[in-house]
């Protein structure tokens, strides 16, 4: 049971274009989501997270959206630059548990 | 400069041998966690732990073994009752007392000769 989803494995954006990720989880009991960045062979970096208190949290270019009622949360980079190119990781989690649930990840290419 | 760092970056299994993938970190984390990663899948909880001398299975914890007798080392020993140990396996910590961050190592990919 796929408790937090990525519908789309590959994304190609124009450089200087916006970026949006998306993300849809099935569990409620969610309280805290998390944006990771994964080079190959390399380990993910943490991005950035939002809180479900929060419907958006902004940090520099990127913002995460959240959608409670839709169960649905949203990465945008803009502008894209060829760097953000990578795998693109969401997380969840709830209160009280230590352990991350991730989707399977987007591979984002930004096409100079 | 703190982080967490994990060794070797390629490991070579034989057939019917254990392995132990070394993790460590100078964050000061509670917190410790085991991750494998598959092509094309997200990543999966092997074990974590929260405490010293305590730890608990995770999703795919068949086949795996972990300690924690330090609060820096939380080492992986992948057992040779894993049947399909090939994958890039990635440690973590955070906090741990409601700290929801998890800070990544570089990753050790095992291969099967």
């Known amino acids: 049971d796929q408790q937090v989803k990525q519908n789309s494995p590959s994304l190609s954006v124009q450089e200087g274009r916006i970026s949006i990720l998306n993300c849809d989880y099935t569990?409620?009991?969610?309280?805290?989501f998390l944006w990771y960045k994964k080079y190959p062979a390399e380990g993910p970096t943490f991005l950035i997270s939002?809180?479900?208190?929060?419907d958006k949290n902004e940090d520099g270019r990127f913002t995460v959206f959240l959608n409670k009622s839709a169960k649905h949360l949203s990465l945008h980079i803009v502008p894209s630059q060829p760097g953000d190119s990578a795998v693109y990781f969401c997380?969840?989690?709830?209160?009280?548990?230590?352990?991350?649930?991730f989707g399977t990840g987007t591979r984002l290419t930004i096409i100079p | 400069d703190g982080g967490i760092t994990q060794s070797p970056k390629y490991l070579f299994r034989k057939e019917g041998q254990n392995v132990t993938l070394s993790c460590e970190q100078n964050?000061?984390?509670?917190?410790m966690y085991w991750y494998r990663q598959d092509p094309g899948q997200g990543l999966r909880l092997i074990y974590y732990?929260?405490?010293?001398?305590?730890?608990q299975k995770g999703d795919i914890a068949e086949g795996y073994s972990v300690s924690r007798e330090k609060k820096e080392s939380f080492p992986l020993t992948v057992t040779s009752a894993q049947k399909n140990p090939t994958a890039f396996y990635l440690c973590?910590?955070?906090?741990?007392?409601?700290?929801?961050?998890?800070?990544f190592g570089p990753g050790t990919r095992l291969l099967v000769l």
């Open positions: 973590a910590s955070s906090t741990g007392t409601g700290g929801e961050t998890q800070y």
């Open positions: 569990n409620s009991m969610f309280d805290y």
């Open positions: 939002i809180s479900s208190i929060k």
């Open positions: 964050l000061n984390h509670d917190a």
């Open positions: 997380a969840a989690k709830y209160f009280g548990n230590e352990k991350l649930t």
């Open positions: 732990s929260q405490i010293v001398n305590d730890f």
